[in-house]
């Protein structure tokens, strides 16, 4: 049934997953998970810690977990990490129980929202403009093949959120009640 199937958001970082995700929720009476935060959770450290005591390669397995673990519910708005679905195996997990959409956002976009943030281990580095295209053009064709559509994301994050229930097929609750 439609109303119970998972919304998984993918995209870059900074392309505003957590920010619609938490929208999307709103609007549609399913529970917000962000994939990040779950993760941290589950690990008892954050994404950082976990990325310098342990390994990339250990936060992706933990990923694949978090994945296969949230697969498992329905009703949910999950925002992916932004690794998660470059890799065909978490996609094709999420996709039994949900829809992928990619929120597509410039790069100029991503490059001002990121500016000045100090949580992505990946981007703690003193090229991060370079950084941040180079891992776009490795990410954004993958993103691409793992989502069943895109929506741009350069937009207002309620107008994005609107537009991805619009391309679903579905009505915010908030409109339905109002009737």
């Given at each position: 049934?439609?109303?119970?199937?998972?919304?998984?958001?993918?995209?870059?970082?900074g392309?505003g997953?957590?920010?619609?995700?938490?929208?999307?929720?709103?609007?549609?009476?399913?529970?917000?998970?962000?994939?990040?935060?779950y993760i941290?959770?589950?690990?008892?450290?954050?994404v950082?810690?976990?990325?310098?005591?342990d390994?990339?390669?250990?936060?992706?397995?933990?990923?694949?977990?978090?994945c296969?673990?949230l697969?498992?519910?329905?009703?949910?708005?999950?925002?992916?990490?932004?690794?998660?679905?470059?890799r065909?195996?978490?996609?094709?997990?999420?996709?039994k129980?949900?829809?992928?959409?990619?929120?597509?956002?410039p790069?100029?976009?991503?490059?001002?929202r990121?500016?000045?943030?100090?949580?992505?281990?990946?981007?703690?580095k003193?090229?991060?403009?370079?950084?941040?295209?180079?891992?776009?053009?490795?990410?954004?064709?993958?993103?691409?093949?793992?989502?069943?559509?895109?929506?741009?994301a350069?937009?207002?994050p309620?107008?994005?959120?609107?537009?991805?229930?619009?391309?679903?097929?579905?009505?915010?609750?908030e409109?339905e009640?109002?009737?």
């Open positions: 049934m439609t109303e119970r199937r998972n919304i998984i958001l993918c995209g870059f970082m392309c997953k957590s920010t619609v995700g938490a929208l999307l929720a709103g609007m549609t009476g399913r529970k917000f998970v962000d994939m990040d935060s941290e959770e589950q690990a008892g450290k954050t950082s810690a976990i990325f310098s005591e390994g990339e390669e250990r936060f992706r397995a933990l990923e694949r977990e978090a296969r673990a697969a498992e519910q329905s009703g949910l708005v999950i925002a992916s990490g932004g690794g998660t679905l470059v065909r195996e978490n996609a094709e997990t999420l996709r129980t949900g829809v992928i959409v990619l929120l597509d956002a790069l100029g976009a991503l490059k001002k990121l500016a000045h943030d100090t949580t992505r281990p990946l981007l703690q003193p090229n991060r403009d370079a950084v941040i295209e180079e891992l776009l053009t490795q990410r954004l064709p993958l993103y691409r093949a793992a989502a069943d559509l895109a929506v741009p350069g937009r207002a309620k107008t994005v959120a609107r537009e991805v229930l619009r391309r679903l097929g579905e009505a915010p609750q409109a009640s109002s009737r």
